[in-house]
Nanobody, 121 residues
């Protein structure tokens, strides 16, 4: 009954910016840790950034100083602001969240379907 939907991906030139959004919907009581992952063709999925309920954050070394993760619990949404984009950032970006629902006793892990980010001249 809970779904995550990503948006904001697209084509951008090197040095450009994109802002990804991930909105959770359904019978949501509380969102716990949330994060963004990415997967390039032929590569393993990797953690890009994570954020806790207390707004603590962590980033992959490759994106530190360029990406910023944030959350708006009133909107059940997590964001990823991506600046100074490089071709190596090209990948499908996936939203992940641990969510406590009204209809379950324990929180569960959810994934979005992904949004394509392409950085190219």
């Amino acid at each position: 009954q809970v779904q995550l939907v990503e948006s904001g991906g697209g084509l951008v030139q090197p040095g450009g910016s994109l802002r990804l959004s991930c909105a959770a919907s359904g019978s949501i009581f509380r969102l716990n840790t949330m994060g963004w992952y990415r997967q390039a063709p032929g590569q393993e999925r990797e953690l890009v950034a994570g954020i806790t309920r207390g707004d603590g954050t962590n980033y992959a070394d490759s994106v530190k100083g360029r990406f910023t993760i944030s959350r708006d619990d009133a909107k059940n949404t997590v964001y990823l602001q991506m600046n100074s984009l490089k071709p190596e950032d090209t990948a499908v970006y996936y939203c992940n969240a641990e969510i406590q629902s009204y209809v379950q006793y324990r929180p569960r892990d959810y994934w979005g379907q992904g949004t394509q980010v392409t950085v190219s001249s």
